[in-house]
Structures are given as C-alpha cells and as structure tokens.
C-alpha cells in the first residue's frame, strides 16, 4: 500500500513541477468533493465498476491534497493508522471495563466508546 501511495505521490508531485496542479488547498478539496460526489452516485446506483473505479480517483485526488500542503500523504496517513489503532485500543479496552462485548454490541454502542476515546 505505501508504495502505491508513494507512487502517487510521485507522479502527482512530478506533474506539479511542470505546472500540473492545483493552485491550493481549496482547489484540491474541490476536486477530492467532486470524486466524492462522483463515488456516492456510483453508490446510489449500486454500480460496482463504476465504484472501483471513483474509488480509486477519490484516493488519487486525496493525495494531491499534500502537494499545497507541503506534507506527505504517506506520512499523514501513517499518523492516522496510529491514531485509528490506539483509540481503537482504548474503545475495546473501555467496553471490556464497561462489561459489553465487542462483537455483540451494537454500532450505536461502539460509537459512544469510540467518542469517548476521542
């Protein structure tokens, strides 16, 4: 996976170099909107080509994100699987203490945990 979001990376940042970008952050939001957009419909329509393949734009324009940022995608995304896994830890922990299972309990249930370890 990182090195796919590394190549992506690359191939935007290279094409950046040449003028091939969007001139900020706003504009790249509007184009991570505009796939989004793109992907729900596929979804409303239960094409499951068509959602492949916006899947995959949505993920390509999220890392064009980084390129007006000065960040990288790679490194935002793995502070983010940190971040996932240890409140996910802590949520799992807190519902143990709590005397609710895991698997059992409801995804209203798990989602009052996972907002506490927030």
């Not at 324009?61 to 790679?74: E, F, K, N, Y």
């Amino acid at each position: 996976m990182t090195n796919t979001l590394s190549a992506s990376e690359k191939i935007q940042s290279d094409a950046a170099r040449e003028g091939f970008a969007w001139p900020d952050i706003v504009a790249a939001l509007d184009k991570v909107q505009e796939e989004l957009d793109e992907l729900r419909e596929c979804a409303d329509n239960c094409d499951s080509n068509a959602f492949f393949e916006e899947f995959g734009d949505l993920l390509f324009a999220c890392v064009g994100l980084a390129i007006p940022s000065g960040r990288s995608a790679v490194s935002a995304l793995q502070h983010a699987n940190h971040k996932f896994s240890e409140r996910y830890s802590r949520m799992k922990r807190g519902m143990t203490e709590a005397g609710q299972d895991l698997c059992s309990s409801s995804l209203k249930e798990k989602l009052e945990h996972w907002n506490v370890c927030k």
